[in-house]
């Protein structure tokens, strides 16, 4: 992103820049695992508490329920998750992470180290701290205001 207008773009630009890069690193890592970028936040979710439904992620990630609905079906045709129907409400789907599930998570957080340990190359370990929590900071801020505003993940965003 080096160009001698660096400087002059607005902070939203830098965050989806950002999010663009880790987006193509990632896909980039995952295409001989038969995954993609947009599949990690469901497995990752999964990794750490199994047994959780679609609405859970959507509520969680704030992404809308049709993305979620893609991603879910396209990790269980490849064997990652298996969705089973919940027995004590017919409509809701139980999400859980099969052995092919569970051993590729380690591979996953090791593509996110890496792509951190390169987005953040030339910063100390306290900037790093400090990156990470004004971020957090920023993120929570974000979902605040897409409550206050009314806005619906599941609303086609």
Same mark, same amino acid.
Request: aromatic share 0%; proline share 0%; no cysteine.
């Given at each position: *992103?080096?160009?001698r207008n660096t400087c002059e773009l607005p902070f939203g630009a830098v965050v989806s820049i950002t999010g663009r890069g880790r987006f193509i690193f990632f896909n980039d890592r995952l295409r001989p695992l038969g995954l993609s970028a947009g599949q990690v936040p469901v =497995? *990752? =979710?999964l990794y750490? +508490? #199994?047994n959780i439904t679609q609405e859970t992620l959507v509520r969680h990630y704030q992404i !809308?329920?049709?993305?979620?609905a893609r991603a879910v079906k396209? =990790? +269980? !045709?490849a064997g990652f998750i298996r969705r089973i129907t919940d027995p004590g409400n017919r409509r809701a789907v139980r999400l859980f992470l099969t052995g092919k599930g569970e051993q590729v998570a380690p591979v996953l957080r090791e593509i996110n180290r890496e792509w951190e340990e390169q987005v953040c190359s030339g910063l100390s370990k306290s900037e790093r701290d400090t990156l990470t929590? =004004? *971020?957090?900071?920023?993120? #929570?801020n974000s979902h605040r205001n897409m409550q206050n505003t009314g806005e619906k993940p599941d609303a086609g965003n």
């Open positions: *992103m080096k160009s =497995l *990752m =979710l750490n +508490e #199994q !809308d329920k049709g993305t979620i396209k =990790l +269980e !045709d929590s =004004l *971020m957090r900071t920023v993120a #929570q």
